[in-house]
């Protein structure tokens, strides 16, 4: 039977990947739309743009910000709480790790 610490890392892992990938998502069909609809590109081109794009976690991250709230109307603020949720989730999971590791250092247990 798995510890609860190997569960907890397990779970979490699983919850932060799903969720970079989740917001990827929306960030590659955000860009879509902004070079489909706001520079009028043609659809094949502005998913292949897209991809390329989506795939560098800051650029990104920002051009689905920037199209989020050009292309889509969403305010500023909502946009980047949405792009940098996965930044939290990651930092939220490094920080239970650390806890239990200096706990589990403390207290002699494995």
Do not use: D, Q
């Not at 520079?39 to 998913?47: A, E, F, R, T, V």
């Not at 969403?74 to 650390?98: E, N, Q, T």
Request: aromatic share 18%.
């Amino acid at each position: 039977m798995a510890s609860l610490k190997e569960a907890l890392t397990r779970t979490l892992g699983t919850i932060a990947a799903a969720s970079y990938f989740g917001i990827g998502l929306i960030g590659f069909f955000a860009i879509v739309s902004f070079f489909h609809s706001y520079w009028g590109w043609w659809l094949i081109p502005s998913i292949i743009v897209s991809f390329i794009i989506a795939e560098f976690p800051v650029v990104g991250a920002a051009a689905g910000v920037y199209a989020a709230v050009k292309v889509w109307g969403w305010s500023l603020y909502a946009a980047i709480a949405l792009f940098c949720f996965p930044l939290l989730v990651f930092l939220v999971i490094m920080a239970i790790a650390g806890v239990s590791m200096a706990t589990s250092a403390l207290f002699g247990r494995n």
